[in-house]
């Protein structure tokens, strides 16, 4: 059975840093790509970051290229995502994401306020 587990979210003030973790159980270590992606209230999900296992290749959306880093432990089987210089704009609920067996998790809430 495929899961993914995310936990890290909470409240942070601008400018704070977070870290989300996602365990992922069920499938390969190996699996090639994993994402991140967000959905803020009463907008669509949205793509954040991808890692590919072999090489580490990564991927960001404009909006967090320079701020956030995506990361991948294959011994553990999770990936994480490093959140820095967090903006009220980047409130939302993450989601790891296994794009080879369309499996998501249940997410874990960031939100970024004074």
């Known amino acids: 059975q495929v899961q993914l587990v995310e936990s890290g979210g909470g409240l942070v003030q601008p400018g704070g840093s977070l870290r989300l973790s996602c365990a992922f159980s069920g499938f390969t270590s190996s699996t090639r790509v994993m994402s991140w992606y967000r959905q803020a209230p009463g907008k669509e999900r949205e793509f954040v970051a991808s890692i590919v296992s072999a090489g580490g290749w990564t991927n960001y959306a404009d909006s967090v290229k320079g701020r956030f880093t995506i990361s991948r432990d294959n011994a553990k089987n999770t990936m994480y995502l490093q959140m820095n210089s967090l903006k009220p704009e980047d409130t939302a609920v993450y989601y790891c994401?296994?794009?080879?067996?369309?499996?998501w998790g249940q997410g874990t809430q960031v939100t970024v306020s004074s």
């Open positions: 994401y296994n794009p080879v067996t369309g499996s």
